[in-house]
Nanobody
Framework: QVQLVESGGGLVQAGGSLRLSCAAS????????MGWFRQAPGKEREWVSA????????YYADSVKDRFTISRDNAKSTVYLQMNSLEPEDTTVYYC?????????????????WGQGTQVTVSS
């Protein structure tokens, strides 16, 4: 089994930055892709970003392109999401996720492992 633990959320003013971390433990060798989702109250869970664990290739939703950067540290089994130029619209709970499948997908139900979520709040 794989366990994911997020950290780094908090309060920030518009235009500020935060870095989220996601530490993976357990059978991490089974993971092919790791990524981040977010879900605001009353809204669908949406995919934000992903990284191929083996190749390091990165992918981003249009809403966060040029503002967010995903990266991974293989030695620490940790994925990061550097969030710059934050906007109030970025306010929500962010979830780290991982999947065994090789193909990148934005469909939440196809991701097998999830963290507990970390709150990000951006004030105007």
């Amino acid at each position: 089994q794989v366990q994911l633990v997020e950290s780094g959320g908090g309060l920030v003013q518009a235009g500020g930055s935060l870095r989220l971390s996601c530490a993976a433990s357990g059978r991490t060798s089974s993971i092919s892709v790791m990524g981040w989702f977010r879900q605001a109250p009353g809204k669908e869970r949406e995919w934000v970003s992903a990284v191929n664990w083996r190749s390091g290739n990165t992918y981003y939703a249009d809403s966060v392109k040029d503002r967010f950067t995903i990266s991974r540290d293989n030695a620490k089994s940790t994925v990061y999401l550097q969030m710059n130029s934050l906007e109030p619209e970025d306010t929500t709970v962010y979830y780290c996720a991982a999947r065994r499948g090789k193909i990148l997908t934005s469909t939440p139900r196809l991701w097998e492992y999830w963290g507990q979520g970390t709150q990000v709040t951006v004030s105007s």
